[in-house]
């Protein structure tokens, strides 16, 4: 397992900015691909982005792509959502999570997840 605490949600106008942090602590952190999911009111939690082990491979929903950025620094045990052009539908709680080994796609792979950090986007 290891321990993960995100920061950096807030509120927002639409087109605005946020980076989103996730900070990891306990077993070496370069063991585990990570991802973003988010959850917005009423809906499922989907998974909106994800990265390697060494940061080379990433995956992006299409809802997200060209807008959100991904990145790791396994030195300092962090992962980094970078969102810009943000829009009204990405308001949810973000969270992150952690796989053991390769990147893969689905929630029950993932086995350490973070509280979650609330992004509000306002139009």
């Known amino acids: 397992q290891v321990q993960l605490v995100e920061s950096g949600g807030g509120l927002v106008q639409a087109g605005g900015s946020l980076r989103l942090s996730c900070a990891a602590s306990?077993?070496?952190?370069?063991?585990?691909?990570m991802g973003w999911f988010r959850q917005a009111p009423g809906k499922e939690r989907e998974l909106v982005t994800g990265?390697?082990?060494?940061?080379?491979?990433?995956y992006y929903a299409d809802s997200v792509k060209g807008r959100f950025t991904i990145s790791r620094d396994n030195a300092k045990n962090t992962m980094y959502l970078q969102m810009n052009s943000l829009k009204p539908e990405d308001t949810a709680v973000y969270y992150c999570?952690?796989?053991?080994?390769?990147?893969?796609?689905?929630?029950?792979?993932?086995?350490?997840w973070g509280q979650g950090t609330r992004v509000t986007v306002s139009s």
């Open positions: 990265i390697g082990r060494f940061g080379v491979n990433t």
């Open positions: 306990g077993r070496i952190f370069g063991t585990f691909s």
């Open positions: 999570a952690a796989k053991p080994g390769e990147l893969g796609y689905l929630q029950d792979a993932f086995t350490s």
